[in-house]
């Protein structure tokens, strides 16, 4: 059994992946935006020119071979022109949120990010990513949802965060949620509400769908700690095994 949610980053089977920006025809201004949402994280960018490709495709290349494309009007949409705001007041519908294929390629990568002051950008794929584990739990209606806020406060001063929340919980879904401060104020959401001050409870931030046991359906976790003030160190996988262990870790030892 893992000894901390820490242990889960030394399991992480990341290959060696880059992206490659094909034919840009986009000013120089649109490919800043791409390199300062992953600057500083162990994924680079390149530019090539390539006949058989479309103009401003970004390619995700692993070991030699390209596993995914996406359009950049796609990761502009979607992820560079986006503000985290959007998603706490709840500006995106969760049934619009989407996360293009060479983003969602990058599962177990280890990424370092700072939030807001430092950085208004960085933490953005996580939150991105923290909405599609949602999603996905509504769209199936059934399994297990555990999250962590740090302060559970948050859930009701974000205004996006409480309606998601109510709507994962108005299926089927079993809905877990974790961090510290009042229970009470959560009182009226069908959901159960786990309060602590831990380290768990108070740097973590997780988001992990499992179907139910013996069926069939996505997993998908994202697990980040906060070692640093304001710095995360996460990942997201879409690996069921793992993402079963990370969901019984939380379940039997936060």
């Not at 401060?181 to 409870?201: C, E, F, M, Q």
């Amino acid at each position: 059994m893992a000894e901390s949610l820490r242990s889960f980053f030394d399991e992480l089977e990341s290959p060696e992946r880059h992206l490659v920006l094909l034919n840009r025809s986009s000013p120089d201004p649109v490919r800043k935006l791409l390199d300062s949402l992953l600057d500083g994280q162990p994924v680079s960018i390149s530019e090539t020119d390539d006949p058989a490709s479309d103009d401003d495709v970004v390619a995700l290349v692993e070991n030699g071979s390209i596993v995914a494309r996406s359009t950049l009007d796609e990761l502009l949409e979607s992820v560079l022109l986006i503000n985290s705001d959007l998603y706490k007041t709840g500006a995106i519908e969760l049934d619009e949120v989407a996360l293009p294929d060479v983003f969602e390629g990058l599962d177990e990568v280890p990424f370092r990010v700072r939030g807001y002051p430092a950085s208004n950008k960085e933490k953005l794929l996580l939150i991105i990513i923290s909405r599609v584990i949602e999603r996905v739990a509504v769209e199936h209606g059934v399994g297990t949802l555990r999250a962590s806020f740090q302060r559970l406060s948050r859930i009701d001063d974000e205004r996006g965060t409480r309606s998601v929340y109510e709507r994962v919980a108005g299926t089927g879904v079993d809905v877990h949620v974790y961090g510290v401060g009042d229970v009470d104020r959560l009182s009226t959401l069908p959901i159960t509400v786990h309060t602590g001050t831990s380290y768990p409870y108070r740097r973590s931030w997780f988001v992990v769908f499992t179907p139910p046991d013996g069926t069939d359906g996505d997993h998908v976790a994202l697990l980040a700690l906060e070692d640093e003030p304001n710095v995360w160190d996460g990942f997201w996988t879409f690996r069921p095994e793992l993402v079963t262990r990370i969901e019984r870790y939380i379940a039997e030892r936060v």
